[in-house]
């Protein structure tokens, strides 16, 4: 199985901050990288997928970047709204798994 | 509006049996890939299992492989989840997710999820 690490597990930020959340996949997956968010009592919303491509309807603030096994979230300058738990997943092989998750908090 | 929603969730004893449904609207579920995603209380995301359009392949977790079966039903729109020889591990919000080809096997649709309680 293709093991995903988040780091880091947690952040406190405040409004309008720059914030950069990395994800590590223990082999090579290409592109096959997306990034969800998740707010308390909710579903996961698909933030980024193939590594750099925002969802439709998603701010131009969330960007994604990286190939291979190394990759990397941010969001140029966190509004209220942001404040949620960030999970990254690779989508190259069965099992399709998920990084720990990076809370991302109020400062 | 394309949605998928989960339904079946519940209080059961250790050991017991749930069957658990997801239902999509505006799409038709059996033409995608579909998943099956947990999320223990206040933990992350566990992949579950996934169902292939067109294909009886069925692929699941370790963690659940002989104890939950996946099936289909075309006529509903809809696919199940049956758990059973639950354990108190097996607890939390079972998501069903919609994957898409087009952003590289990305899951672009997500249910709101039903909750599981396994407990005596």
């Known amino acids: 199985d293709i093991q995903m690490t988040q780091s880091p597990l947690s952040l406190s930020a405040s409004v309008g901050d720059r914030v950069t959340i990395t994800c590590r996949a223990s082999q090579r997956i290409s592109y096959y990288l997306n990034w969800y968010q998740q707010k308390p009592g909710k579903a996961p919303k698909l933030l980024i997928y193939a590594a750099s491509s925002l969802q439709s309807g998603v701010p131009s603030r969330f960007s994604g970047s990286g190939s291979g096994t190394d990759f990397t979230l941010v969001i140029s300058s966190l509004q209220p709204e942001d404040f949620a738990t960030y999970f990254c997943q690779q989508s190259y092989g069965i099992p399709r798994t998920f990084g720990q998750g990076t809370r991302v908090e109020i400062k | 509006e394309v949605q998928l929603m989960e339904s079946g969730g519940g209080l059961v004893n250790p050991g017991g049996s749930l069957r658990l449904s997801c239902a999509a609207s505006g799409f038709t579920l059996s033409t995608y890939s579909i998943h099956w995603v947990r999320q223990a209380p206040g933990k992350g995301l566990e992949w579950v299992s996934s169902?292939?359009?067109?294909?009886?392949?069925?692929d699941y977790a370790d963690s659940v492989k002989g104890r939950f079966t996946v099936s289909r039903d075309h006529a509903t729109n809809s696919q199940s989840l049956q758990l059973n020889s639950l354990r108190a591990e097996d607890s939390g919000v079972y998501f069903c997710?919609?994957?898409?080809?087009?952003?590289?096997?990305?899951?672009?649709?997500w249910g709101q999820g039903t909750m599981v309680t396994v407990s005596s």
């Open positions: 997710a919609r994957e898409s080809y087009g952003r590289l096997y990305a899951f672009d649709v």
């Open positions: 169902t292939i359009p067109s294909s009886d392949d069925i």
